[in-house]
């Protein structure tokens, strides 16, 4: 097994025992939002999702639109996801976030807009596919 392989499987580990966890407070500890904050666990989330995307997980970049969900649900404010966005998104190669174009221009009209445009510039600048 190659280490870009293991790299790939470790990292859809994470992110799928992460969301089996997110779950498992939710059904069996429903007042655990009182000791964790939901913009904590989707900070989480967000983090651990584009861990796995740089990794090279085709099914973590299957995710991406959640990631998106995550920043326009809990962005900004103390604990911010946009911050962990910010500086996980980086190490995301442009080309796995091509196909989610539409959606990343979706959120342009939102107030996390300003999270979104350098991840479309950076895909517009690598790939030519969007020019208008």
């Known amino acids: 097994m190659s280490g870009m392989v293991f790299c790939t499987e ?5 992110v ?6 997110f ?7 429903p007042c655990s939002f009182l000791f964790f904050s939901p913009r ?3 900070r989480h989330v967000v983090e651990y999702t584009l861990r796995a995307i740089a990794g090279g997980s085709i099914n973590a970049a299957d995710r991406f639109p959640r990631v998106l969900d995550c920043i326009a649900l809990y962005g900004g404010g103390t604990g911010n996801v946009d911050e962990t966005f910010e500086s ?3 190490n995301v190669p442009s080309w796995m976030l091509l196909r989610w174009a539409g959606q990343l221009m979706a959120h342009l009209d939102k107030p996390h807009a300003p999270v979104i445009v350098p991840v479309l510039v950076a895909v517009r600048t690598t790939h030519d596919l969007l020019a208008v």
């Open 10 to 14: 470790l990292c859809d580990l994470r």
């Open 16 to 21: 799928w025992l992460y969301h089996v966890c």
């Open 23 to 29: 779950c498992f407070l939710l059904l069996f500890f």
């Open 40 to 42: 904590a666990l989707f």
């Open 88 to 90: 996980h998104i980086q």
